[in-house]
C-alpha cells in the first residue's frame, strides 16, 4: 500500500541548472508534507516542509510546490551544486501519528 | 547540543540470536520513532513511542519485534530470533510533540 510515490528512483542534472523531484499521495487526510535529504551511511535531515493550507514554499535554492487536486508535490533545486547529491525522501503525515515515506530518489549533480 | 545518537552502528548477528538497537533522543525530545529501510526501498515506520507509552507500533510486525522507552535510558529496539530478511539499517528519529523528527545515523544489521 504505498500512499507516498516518488516514481524516478534516480535523477541526474548538471550543476547550475534546475533539479525537479516529484512525488505524488494517494491519501486526501495527509495534511502535511516534508522532504529530507540522505547522504550514504547517514540517517535522513530535514530539508524543507509544507501545511496543505499553502501550494508554495521556499527556503533560499529549495522551493517545495503543492498542487492538492492532482495529490502532487514537488522540490524545486536551484542552482543545483554537487553537493547537492544524494537521496531525496518524500514524506507526509496527517490522520494519525506515522510519517510515510516515498521510496527515494537519488539526485545526481554533475560539475 | 548532541544530536539523536544510535548504537551500535553496524550489528552483526548469526541466525536465531537477538538483536538489540539502541536510540538516545535529542536533549528535550520526549517522542520517539523507529524506521526501517530495506535495500533499494523507502524508510517503513514501525513504531511511535513516548516515555513509558507505545503510542502506534502499527508498523512492527507481529512476532519477534519489541521496542520501549523507558523513563530513564535509551530507547530499544529489540529483535529476537533474527532471520535473514531482518537485515536493514534501522533508523530511529526523535521529536517534540507534533515538531519535526530528527534522526540518528542508523543502525546496520546483518544478519549471517
Known amino acids: 500500500d504505498q500512499q507516498v510515490k516518488q516514481n524516478s528512483p534516480s535523477l541526474s542534472v548538471q550543476e547550475g541548472r534546475i533539479s525537479i523531484l516529484n512525488c505524488d499521495y494517494t491519501?486526501?487526510?495527509?495534511?502535511?508534507f516534508l522532504w529530507y535529504k540522505k547522504y550514504p551511511a547517514e540517517g535522513p535531515t530535514f530539508l524543507i516542509s509544507?501545511?496543505?493550507?499553502?501550494d508554495k514554499n521556499e527556503d533560499g535554492r529549495f522551493t517545495v510546490f503543492l498542487n492538492k487536486s492532482a495529490k502532487h508535490l514537488s522540490l524545486h533545486i536551484v542552482p543545483s551544486q554537487p553537493g547537492d547529491s544524494a537521496v531525496y525522501f518524500c514524506a507526509a503525515e496527517g490522520g494519525g501519528f506515522k510519517t510515510i515515506f516515498g521510496a527515494g530518489t537519488r539526485l545526481f549533480v554533475k560539475a | 547540543n548532541a544530536g539523536v545518537m544510535q548504537n551500535p552502528r553496524h550489528l552483526v548477528r548469526r541466525r536465531g540470536q537477538e538483536a538489540r538497537l539502541r536510540c538516545s533522543p535529542m536533549?528535550?525530545?520526549?517522542?520517539v520513532y523507529w524506521y526501517r529501510q530495506l535495500p533499494e526501498e523507502g524508510l517503513k515506520f514501525m513504531v511511535y513511542?513516548?516515555?513509558?507509552?507505545?503510542?502506534?507500533e502499527s508498523g512492527m510486525p507481529k512476532e519477534r519485534f519489541s521496542a520501549e522507552f523507558p523513563k530513564e535510558g535509551p530507547s530499544i529496539l529489540r529483535i529476537q530470533q533474527v532471520v535473514r530478511g531482518d537485515s536493514a539499517a534501522y533508523f530511529c528519529?526523535?521529536?517534540?510533540?507534533?515538531?519535526?523528527?530528527?534522526f540518528g545515523p542508523g543502525t546496520r544489521l546483518l544478519v549471517l
Open positions: 536533549k528535550g525530545h520526549s517522542h
Open positions: 509544507i501545511s496543505s493550507i499553502k
Open positions: 528519529a526523535s521529536s517534540t510533540f507534533g515538531e519535526t523528527q530528527y
Open positions: 513511542l513516548q516515555k513509558e507509552n507505545i503510542i502506534d
Open positions: 491519501n486526501s487526510m495527509f495534511d502535511y
